[in-house]
């Protein structure tokens, strides 16, 4: 079974090996709709070290596939399933394969009824189609694609998508994706078979073409490769304003612990802060606090043993729109399995003549202080790096130029000495170039990407630390 070869992977994670230490065998289906779809995700899981191969729907037609197979794409929205094909995609899942379905937004495309076909499968008839959430939108996910190993923040590449309703997780599926109140992205955990893999449905295809938000599809391949358990969840709300003063003000919050499974589960939750560039600040603004849930239970408003504090913007962090974020996992310090993720965000307005841009590793240590015990910068206030200052967190910068012609660069912050390995690929999954690879002193490294002589097109920058970085920038080069 795959979920046993999944469980030794997870044994050489906690001795200390990166995420990506067994290269998988990702299987992607052509896209007749949609040509290009299937080589975004071809050139995503190259550049994660698996090997990805793109084959014929017909492949569908048969089950031989199974047997060699951790994770299966379903790219084309449009294409006319039929019952054989959900029936085995269906046999795959319960074989512990991973199985991403990308839907669209009619309710009746072949690829949402699949999905639906294959949760209703056994019976418990909780999942049903409802109707398009039609015109633009911006789609909010949560769970653990939203954790592992990138962190995901609102998309706004989003148009049109189709809205469900489930029986909850109690019948193995839980929603992902949101758009308001509609929920629009699904993951299911088959609750009759322990050896099954995970089963997701996303049903717009826009984040992925024409915007390739390749952070995203990392997640997906990673969670369908480690079938998270999906009956812990951390439900996190505002109780403050929505929006914090330019001099800085406190983030009171509630968060609540949720576990429908028949038995204690043990987690580590925390909560952490989103910069207004995009990148995470390395330390937790509260925890992690290790949790003994108990079954079929909810604990609230704070995890035991004891509070998790309320935390507080300093009026020296740059201005914009921080999302702070809960997280749920099974540890702290090389945790492998991501259980859940909620976020909810927060404006801190510009004092006069405040930068909004400033860079993560431009910022102090302790950016965040507990209410009552503010933070405090040196004794200069100065926003810029001082002589020796370091960076707090790993991080990858995104590309500028971008798009660009003929060289890009990009910085990776480095917080300690570190093995770091950057790399350039095609959307065909084929290295083009190493920018880095070998023993780096901490602090911050810049990179260029010379593109001379290479065709115009997309490319991928992947920068890797093991256990600590895992980020990937889509590069745009136009002549």
């Known amino acids: 079974m795959k979920r046993l070869r999944i469980a030794v992977l997870l044994v050489l994670l906690v001795l200390g090996f990166s995420h990506n230490t067994r290269a998988a065998t990702i299987t992607i289906l052509d896209a007749p709709g949609l040509p290009a779809h299937p080589a975004e995700w071809a050139a995503v899981a190259a550049s994660m070290g698996h090997l990805a191969t793109i084959v014929p729907i017909s492949t569908l037609d048969g089950t031989a596939w199974v047997s060699s197979t951790d994770v299966l794409i379903i790219t084309d929205p449009y294409y006319p399933y039929t019952a054989t094909h959900t029936d085995n995609v269906w046999y795959a899942v319960n074989e512990g394969v991973g199985v991403y379905i990308q839907g669209e937004d009619d309710p009746a495309f072949a690829s949402n009824v699949m999905f639906e076909d294959c949760v209703n499968t056994t019976g418990f008839a909780g999942f049903s189609w409802i109707a398009p959430v039609p015109d633009d939108h911006v789609a909010a996910i949560t769970g653990p694609v939203a954790i592992d190993p990138n962190p995901i ?34 993951l299911h955990d088959e609750v009759t078979n322990d050896a099954a893999g995970l089963l997701a449905i996303n049903t717009d295809y826009t984040w992925i073409l024409p915007v390739t938000f390749s952070d995203l599809m990392e997640n997906y391949i990673q969670v369908l490769l480690t079938g998270a358990e999906l009956g812990q969840f951390a439900h996190l709300t505002p109780t403050g304003p929505a929006t914090i ?4 003000g406190p ?81 702290f310090a090389g945790w ?17 003549g405040q930068d909004s841009e400033i860079d993560p590793g431009d910022l102090p240590v302790n950016l965040f202080g507990t209410v009552g015990h503010p933070t405090q910068l040196a004794s200069s206030q100065s926003n810029t790096v001082q002589s020796g200052d370091l960076p707090s967190q790993f991080a990858l910068t995104e590309a500028y130029p971008n798009p660009f012609n003929p060289s890009t660069s990009v910085a990776v912050m480095l917080a300690e000495a570190a093995q770091l390995t950057v790399k350039v690929y095609d959307v065909q999954g084929r290295e083009v170039t190493t920018l880095a690879h070998g023993t780096f002193a901490a602090g911050t490294h810049s990179l260029t990407f010379d593109a001379h002589g290479l065709a115009s097109g997309v490319y991928f920058l992947r920068a890797t630390v093991p256990g600590q970085l895992v980020q990937t920038r889509k590069l745009v080069l136009l002549r």
């Open 245 to 248: 003063p330019a001099g800085g």
């Open 336 to 352: 492998t399995e991501a259980y859940d993720s909620d976020f909810f965000s927060v404006i801190k307005a510009a004092a006069a």
């Open 153 to 186: 923040t609102p998309l706004v590449a989003m148009s049109w998508a189709a809205e469900a309703v489930h029986a909850g997780p109690m019948g193995g599926t839980t929603t992902n994706m949101w758009v308001g109140p509609h929920q629009v992205g699904f």
């Open 251 to 331: 983030v009171p919050y509630m968060i609540e612990l949720e576990n429908v499974n028949p038995y204690t589960w043990p987690i580590t939750v925390w909560v952490r802060a989103i910069l207004p560039s995009g990148a995470v600040y390395a330390s937790p603004l509260a925890g992690p606090v290790p949790v003994m849930v108990p079954p079929m239970s909810t604990m609230g408003p704070y995890a035991s043993p004891g509070p998790l504090p309320p935390v507080g913007i300093p009026g020296f962090a740059p201005a914009g729109e921080y999302f702070i974020q809960s997280v749920v996992t099974n540890g």
